[in-house]
C-alpha cells in the first residue's frame, strides 16, 4: 500500500522503519502516526510537502511491522526508551530544525519528547491526544472518560483482548476507525492495515500495557504547542484538550468541527493549514 519505500535505522538496538520525501531543506517534519494506523497514513503529507520543497519523515511506531520489537519487556515501550530511540535516530541523521506531529499515540509520544527533549525541536502539533498526564488521570477518575476508553482496560486483558479483536477478521478494529473518522479511511487503506495486524497487533497494543511506565511529572512544554482535536472524537471526553494547556509554556487548542479522531484524514486541509505556519 505504501507509495514510499521504507527504509530502516537501528537505533540503540532498536530497528525503526520509515519513509522519507529525500527533499534537501532546512526545515524537516518528523511525522508519527497513531493506532492502529501504519507510518504510510501519511504518504499525502509526503507529497504535499515534497511539492513545497520540504523534507517530511514518518516514522513507524516500535512495535509495528516495519518497526519490530522481539522483546516482551513491556518496558521496551515506555515512553523514555521509545524518545530515546527517537532521539537517537535524528541525532544519526543530523536532522536539524524539525518540527514534531504525531496523531493518537504518535501525538503522545510528541507530547512527551516537546516536555523532556525540548532543546532538539523547534515546535510541535498533536492530533486527537490530550497530555498524557491528563488522560491518565482522567481514564481513573472521570466515569465519562472511563467508558470512552473502554478498550484500554480490555487491552491490559492481553490474551482475551487478542481472541475479541480477532472475531470475523477484526471487524471490532475496523468499525471503529470507521467510526472515529466519519468513512473518510477508505476501505484499501484499512484493509492495508489489517494485513499486518494478525502478526503484529500484540506489540502494537504493548503501547498500552505499558502505560503504567509513563512518567508522572509536572514539567511543562517549552516549545510551541498546536492541539488539535475532532469536535466528535468518540474516545476523549472535550474538557481534555483545554486542560492539556495547563502542561504548555505557549499552547493552542482548537477543536476542528465536524470530526472525530482521524483528523488527519477527515480535514486535510485544516491540517496542513496548521502545518504550513509552522515554517
Not at 138 to 167: E, R, T, V
Amino acid at each position: 500500500m505504501a507509495k514510499y519505500s521504507y527504509k530502516h535505522l537501528t537505533c540503540l538496538g532498536q530497528k525503526l522503519g520509515f519513509l522519507d520525501n529525500k527533499v534537501d531543506s532546512e526545515e524537516v517534519f518528523l511525522f508519527f502516526h497513531g493506532f492502529p494506523e501504519r507510518a504510510y497514513t501519511w504518504e499525502r503529507y509526503l507529497d504535499y510537502y515534497k511539492n513545497k520543497g520540504v523534507r517530511v519523515i514518518a516514522i513507524e511506531l516500535k512495535g509495528y511491522k516495519e518497526s519490530p520489537c522481539s522483546s516482551n519487556d513491556l518496558g521496551e515501550y515506555s515512553l523514555d526508551v521509545v524518545c530515546n530511540e527517537i532521539i537517537d535516530f535524528k541525532k544519526q541523521l543530523k536532522l536539524m530544525n524539525v518540527h514534531l506531529v504525531g496523531h493518537d499515540w504518535g501525538a503522545i509520544v510528541v507530547w512527551y519528547l516537546s516536555t523532556f527533549y525540548h532543546e532538539s525541536f523547534i515546535n510541535a502539533v498533536t492530533l486527537n491526544a490530550p497530555h498524557w498526564l491528563v488522560f491518565k488521570k482522567a481514564l481513573l477518575s472521570n466515569p465519562k472518560q472511563m467508558m470512552k476508553g473502554w478498550y484500554i482496560f480490555l487491552i491490559n486483558i492481553k490474551k482475551l483482548s487478542m481472541k475479541l479483536l480477532k472475531i470475523k477478521n477484526f471487524q471490532l478494529l475496523k468499525s471503529s476507525i470507521k467510526k472515529g473518522s466519519h468513512g473518510k479511511l477508505p476501505d484499501a487503506l484499512i484493509e492495508s492495515y489489517c494485513a499486518t495486524w494478525a502478526e503484529c497487533l500484540p506489540s502494537m497494543t504493548s503501547w498500552y500495557r505499558a502505560m503504567r511506565y509513563t512518567k508522572d511529572s509536572d514539567d511543562k512544554v517549552k516549545i510551541p504547542m498546536i492541539l488539535l482535536m475532532g469536535e466528535k472524537d468518540p474516545f476523549f471526553v472535550k474538557s481534555l484538550g483545554q486542560q492539556s494547556m495547563e502542561y504548555c509554556e505557549d499552547g493552542r487548542f482548537t477543536f476542528v468541527k465536524d470530526c472525530a479522531h482521524f483528523i488527519h484524514h477527515e480535514n486535510e486541509a485544516v491540517v496542513l493549514k496548521e502545518l504550513d505556519q509552522l515554517i
